[in-house]
């Protein structure tokens, strides 16, 4: 009883701490900062309590009459490693807010939603009835939105539209989904879906299709990522770290729900997230090469190493009986991704601090004096290239390992294309990774030399130190995770542990080879195409600013064309029905000579049961034509019906596009 307790308690606490310290903030700030760190350092220590029970076996909990079928919750080992490396990354980025922030308005609204965002992770993470894990998954998609538009400037309201219409949408179509899932199985209880898809036949593609396209939204799926470019940009850097490190995990975890869990790798939906995958490491790599705001590149970044995790997914369907090395591979990048990333967001973070700057050709040469900041951006810098003795090193290993096992397994061109395409997208990374560190950190600019140092203090450094050592630590030792993710490999049917071999020599090589390509890219194409040499001075151009943008160039035409039409139609039914109108009152009037007109009332004076005679006879109308009556109605039902009309539009065309 006492590990369910705990279990309600992690999923209530931050939500009760984030009212509490609204409340406090007003009145102490300093009071609201120690408050919120301590409540999210309890979060994490509770987490840890129940690390050994989760272990042994399963805590779950089921409280009727919440939401209308009970809020069902449960932390297995599968789910453990989510809510882990939330409770932990969220620990580090609260402490490391209270230095950043510093300068900034508005912190008691920031610090109250970053408090909700984190209730509603959590919750997404152990629910057990995906009906729950739909309303956690909507409550954090609008408690972020306000992380995002913090600034309250032009772009921060542009980059939070566009995230919450993607939102929005894709919660939509996650619903719809979710509709037709209970409909043909009378069950949203994720440990029961398995068996009731298998009897349901095609259908369940298409309900796949919709859950997919809803998570994948949030985990940042080509071609449904434009809204991470904009807003990792956009929100002060301790959110984006949790959009990047947490929020895009989110999505993830719908995605292996629905793909490993549901449909049980099935092989058409697991080659579709794998070439999606593929996809993603590739798009989000090239891209990242050409920015120049260091947000901006860590936030392609984050799309890139989101494709690992999807081609890992996809590998775990298609490797079938030997899909446990892609289970370890896709879980360990899960956790390991979220340590490196928000390292690396958090030394973005503190030059932003000091120079309110993140454009390479404005900051360069910042760093090189900066040895703290240096050394912690440059461990991050190792740990996601694949750098042998740091934590990436491992995931993406058993990644590359999994994928050669397919390439194996299958004998097709397609994998060997697949192995290219793995090894150029880890090469992109290297490229766009030493971008940022030479420009920042290996520059000579005297103009920074010696200055700033007053400007960062401990509270900010030590989030980054302790994360540094994580990276070191797992990646010398990554036996410190294999016994939680064996725990997890339950919920994929496979039973017993493998004991992967992480330091070979074939290992170290290939990953050696790949970043020895990324240099070869860094120097032959970011430094001989990007970067420019006029009056003296180096600056990097970004030639991607004109190309074709898939939100401006295709989304905003294709939806304007689409209320376009649909409003001419409309209005093309609405005056069918107001010349009906017209049509029914001539025929009145010819038939019957009496006019239809609409009465307006007057209030009369009463004062006894005698003036009821007046009563009647001081009612008076003002004549109206039924015709006016149907236009006014028109006017004010008429964006209302285009709204309605453009939903069932869209929504039809989807099924149709995802039926034929």
Known sequence: MIYKSILLMILLLPGISGMIGWILGRKNERHRDL??????????????????QVLKEPITLFIPDIMGIGLYLKLDGFRYIFVFITTFVWFLTTMYSTQYLIRYKNRNRYYTFFMLTLGSTVGIFLSENILNLFTFFEIMSFTSYALIIHDEDEYAHHAGKSYLGMAIAAGMILLMGLFLLYDYTATLNISELAEKVREIGNIKYLISTLIIIGFGTKASMFPLHVWLPKAHPAAPTPASAVLSGILIKTGIFGIIITVGIMMEGDIFLSTAILVLGFTNMFVGGFFALFQRNIKRILAYSSMSQAGYILVGIGLIGLLKDHKSIAIYGTLYHIFNHAIFKVLLFMGAGIIY????????NAIRGFGKHKILLKGAFFIGLLAIIGMPGFNGFISKTLLHHALSEAHEMYHSIWWSLGEVVFTLSSAFTVAYLLKIFMAVFMEKNEKYKGQYKDHVRKRAVFPMAILGIVVILIGLKPQLLLPLIESAMKNFDVNGA???HFYTYGNIQSSIITILIGVFIY?????????KHEEGKHFYINPSLSWFDLERDFYHPILGMLFTSTSAIFHFLDRIVVDMVYLGRALVKALSGIQIRRGKYKKPKIKNTVDVKHFIEDIHFELTSLSDVMGRVYSHANSLMYSLFMVALILAMVLVILVF
Do not use: A
């Open 35 to 52: 408050l919120n760190v301590l409540m999210t350092g309890i979060e994490l220590l509770l987490v840890l309590l129940l690390y050994n």
């Open 353 to 360: 601090m000091i120079l309110h700057e993140l454009s390479i």
């Open 498 to 500: 493998m004991e992967p």
């Open 523 to 531: 120097l032959g194409f970011v430094q001989m195409y990007l970067r």
